[in-house]
T-cell receptor
Framework: DTAVSQTPKYLVTQMGNDKSIKCEQN?????MYWYKQDSKKFLKIMFS???????INETVPNRFSPKSPDKAHLNLHINSLELGDSAVYFC??????????FGPGTRLTVT | QQQVKQSPQSLIVQKGGIPIINCAYE??????FPWYQQFPGKGPALLIA?????SEKKEGRFTISFNKSAKQFSLHIMDSQPGDSATYFC???????????FGSGTRLQVQP
């Protein structure tokens, strides 16, 4: 059973388009996250949701909008995609403030 | 502001060697220090973690050493194997902030 799953695995799109990435966790965790890994492999928090409530928004452009329909799902919608948005986006989940488990990632390429 | 500094950037060891990866942090409010292992094309996987009330933790071939006064912690991999070749990230978090602050990563290559 996959603990944290993301779709799609790869996403290639043109500048200006809008796209969404979906994430689901079956671990029963109360907190979900989105992280961005850039071309130099640096990992940085974007958003954190606890019980469907946004608790961290780490100075991310408002073109990025997370949505959590329930505790097991956290989707990421990106408007007006830019070249600089190209990266790998990881969803993660955790119970409490500590251990976090990551999904397989979505590689977004904006052309 | 890089709150968690990791070194070296890359590391090559022979099979059976003991690679050591070091991290230093600035924020004394950090109270949880995990290490993640990432293979190409995969997500980071939690390897081992430590809290500041202990100075060392071992899990299998992986050991974390923690020095609270120096604000440093390190990962040691005993009897390293080619299958350990991956990128390793240290991270830190604190009570009340549900997010990890990552180091910049160390690419480890274990040669047969």
């Amino acid at each position: 059973d996959t603990a944290v799953s993301q779709t799609p695995k790869y996403l290639v799109t043109q500048m200006g388009n809008d796209k969404s990435i979906k994430c689901e966790q079956n671990l029963g965790h109360d907190t979900m996250y989105w992280y961005k890994q850039d071309s130099k492999k640096f990992l940085k928090i974007m958003f954190s949701y606890n019980n469907k409530e946004l608790i961290i928004n780490e100075t991310v452009p408002n073109r990025f909008s997370p949505k959590s329909p329930d505790k097991a799902h956290l989707n990421l919608h990106i408007n007006s995609l830019e070249l600089g948005d190209s990266a790998v986006y990881f969803c993660a989940s955790g119970q409490g403030a500590y251990e976090q488990y990551f999904g397989p990632g979505t590689r977004l390429t904006v052309t | 502001q890089q709150q968690v500094k990791q070194s070296p950037q890359s590391l090559i060891v022979q099979k059976g060697g003991i690679p050591i990866i070091n991290c230093a942090y600035e924020n004394t409010a950090f109270d949880y220090f995990p290490w993640y292992q990432q293979f190409p094309g995969k997500g980071p996987a939690l390897l081992i973690a430590i809290r500041p009330d202990v100075s060392e933790k071992k899990e299998g071939r992986f050991t974390i050493s923690f020095n609270k006064s120096a604000k440093q912690f390190s990962l040691h991999i005993m009897d390293s194997q080619p299958g350990d070749s991956a990128t390793y990230f240290c991270a830190a978090s604190k009570t009340g902030r549900r997010a990890l602050t990552f180091g910049s990563g160390t690419r480890l290559q274990v040669q047969p």
